[in-house]
């Protein structure tokens, strides 16, 4: 094949491909019906989920005597503590008992409070594949994360 028409056919490959990728960028960031979603809380926390052993879940009955338990050091401790720090009026939280799915949940419930302001945000986004992709990979990102930390790092509960 002489060297013109090689030239000629690589040009033509190299236009082809460059068109393909136009497309496919054009087409990812076309706006779509429907409303952008940047993150799926519920999606995180079922990933998250994925990631414990069910037999690791406390029943109601063990939660309740926990924080009884909790409660009732909570009430010994409280007065000295108190005391120690002045004469100031103090109502502490009640003691809630987790195991690592309670752990999770209250995690993910965190970050949501924490995020909502990026979360509003949103509405202001218009829909394309280009954020579903980013919201698929950013939900498995997170959801891996929180499950890792709640299998590794979690023991003192």
């Not at 393909?20 to 989920?49: N, Q």
């Not at 000295?80 to 003691?95: Q, R, S, Y």
């Not at 280009?130 to 709640?150: K, Q, T």
Request: no cysteine; glycine share 6%.
């Amino acid at each position: 094949m002489p060297r013109k028409h090689r030239r000629a056919l690589t040009n033509l490959a190299a236009g082809m491909v460059v068109g393909a990728a136009v497309f496919v960028v054009a087409d990812a960031v076309r706006p779509r019906p429907g409303l952008a979603r940047i993150i799926d809380w519920e999606e995180i926390r079922a990933r998250a989920h994925s990631h414990l052993d069910r037999a690791d879940a406390l029943d109601a009955v063990r939660v309740a005597s926990l924080e009884a338990s909790y409660h009732a050091m909570a009430e010994e401790l409280e007065p000295p503590l108190l005391e120690f720090v002045g004469t100031m009026k103090v109502d502490f939280p009640p003691f809630q008992a987790l195991d690592r799915h309670g752990w999770v949940d209250l995690n993910i419930d965190i970050m949501a409070d924490a995020l909502q302001p990026i979360v509003d945000m949103q509405r202001r986004i218009p829909n394309s594949r280009a954020v579903e992709m980013g919201r698929r990979l950013l939900d498995r990102y997170v959801g891996l994360i929180i499950g890792f930390l709640s299998n590794r790092v979690l023991g003192q509960y």
